[in-house]
Every structure is written in structure tokens, then in C-alpha cells.
């Protein structure tokens, strides 16, 4: 099960940090990620960390202002968001998949989180 939180109303150029808190599974042996889906969009890959933490990939709308990290001690992984801009509008999930590799598309996972919103005014 994944729970994720941290969402809100920010203005452009502010901050927010998103958590992704897992239960019931061994946390490290998981790739995960956070994808955002805007009305009338489809969903999309936003940020992805291999089990270890080692390897990080990003979408090029968000390198340079979003950052993703993991603590498997706590079983929770995080996605620091700076900079935002209105386009950053959408509900975001984390994502999980048994894997060694570093995913990015949302059909390579197999367990989502209920999303949580994220709305930056301009």
C-alpha cells in the first residue's frame, strides 16, 4: 500500500515536498516513482529512483527543480519540488514495482498511490 502527501495550493516560484509512505512490503527491494496527471491529460512520468537509491531519472520539464530521494529505513521516498510553475498543476502519485532497474513508464509499474494534488497560481 502507498500513501502520498505533501500536496497544496503554493504560488509560482514557491516549494512544496511530496512524501510517498509504503506499507507492507520489503521497501528496499523496490523501484519507485512519481508521475502527475492534469485534467484532460494523460498521466506522466515525473521522476523515477532505482531500489538503492543510486540511479535517478527525471523529465526534462522538471530537471534542475525537482529532486527524488528514498530512505529505505523509513520506507518512505520524497519528491522536493522548487521553482514550481502553474504547468507543475496536476495530481500527483508515486508509484511502485519490484525491480532492480530504474523505471519511467507508468505501465511498468504495478501499485499506485490515491494521488495527491498539487496546485501552483500563477
Known amino acids: 500500500q502507498l500513501q502520498a502527501y505533501g500536496g497544496g495550493l503554493v504560488q509560482a516560484g514557491g516549494s512544496l515536498r511530496l512524501s510517498c509512505a509504503a506499507s507492507?512490503?520489503?521497501?528496499?527491494?523496490?523501484?519507485m516513482g512519481w508521475f502527475r496527471q492534469a485534467p484532460g491529460k494523460e498521466r506522466e512520468f515525473v521522476a523515477g529512483?532505482?531500489?538503492?537509491?543510486?540511479?535517478?531519472s527525471y523529465a526534462d520539464s522538471v530537471k534542475g527543480r525537482f529532486t527524488i530521494s528514498r530512505d529505505n529505513a523509513k520506507n518512505t521516498v520524497d519528491l522536493q519540488m522548487n521553482n514550481l510553475e502553474p504547468e507543475d498543476t496536476a495530481v500527483y502519485y508515486c508509484?511502485?514495482?519490484?525491480?532492480?532497474?530504474?523505471?519511467?513508464?507508468?505501465?511498468?509499474?504495478?501499485?499506485w498511490g490515491q494521488g495527491t494534488q498539487v496546485t501552483v497560481s500563477s
Open positions: 529512483i532505482t531500489w538503492s537509491g543510486g540511479r535517478t
Open positions: 508509484a511502485a514495482r519490484r525491480s532492480t532497474y530504474l523505471l519511467i513508464m507508468p505501465g511498468q509499474y504495478n501499485s
Open positions: 507492507g512490503r520489503t521497501f528496499s527491494d523496490y523501484a
